[in-house]
Nanobody
Framework: QVELAESGGGLVQAGGSLRLSCEGS????????MGWFRQAPGKEREFVAG????????YYSDSVKGRFIISRKYAESTMYLQMNSLKPEDTAVYYC???????????????WGQGTQVTVSS
């Protein structure tokens, strides 16, 4: 069974930092793109950051660029999202995704995690 499991969410004050992890199992994600998405209450799920299979190419939404850093271990099914200077508007459930069908920024991925809650208090 193929799974993606997020960890590292929690409650943090505005201006603080969190590091999310995504661990893949059941198949290798070493040679496919991966991404982070988030969904806030009452809003659509949105792209946050993405990374190519080699880790050489990274992509960010305008709302997190300069604050978040996506990374992955080469040849391993593990991905991270370092979130700095967090804002209350970053509050959402964060999902990792693997193996995109139509580009890393799109939401059409073959595999999704269950999500981890990130709450930023003001």
């Amino acid at each position: 069974q193929v799974e993606l499991a997020e960890s590292g969410g929690g409650l943090v004050q505005a201006g603080g930092s969190l590091r999310l992890s995504c661990e893949g199992s059941g198949r290798t994600f070493s040679y496919v793109g991966m991404g982070w998405f988030r969904q806030a209450p009452g809003k659509e799920r949105e792209f946050v950051a993405g990374i190519s299979w080699s880790g050489q190419n990274t992509y960010y939404s305008d709302s997190v660029k300069g604050r978040f850093i996506i990374s992955r271990k080469y040849a391993e099914s593990t991905m991270y999202l370092q979130m700095n200077s967090l804002k209350p508007e970053d509050t959402a459930v964060y999902y990792c995704a693997g193996d995109p069908r139509n580009g890393i920024r799109g939401s059409n991925y073959n595999y999704w995690g269950q999500g981890t809650q990130v709450t930023v208090s003001s």
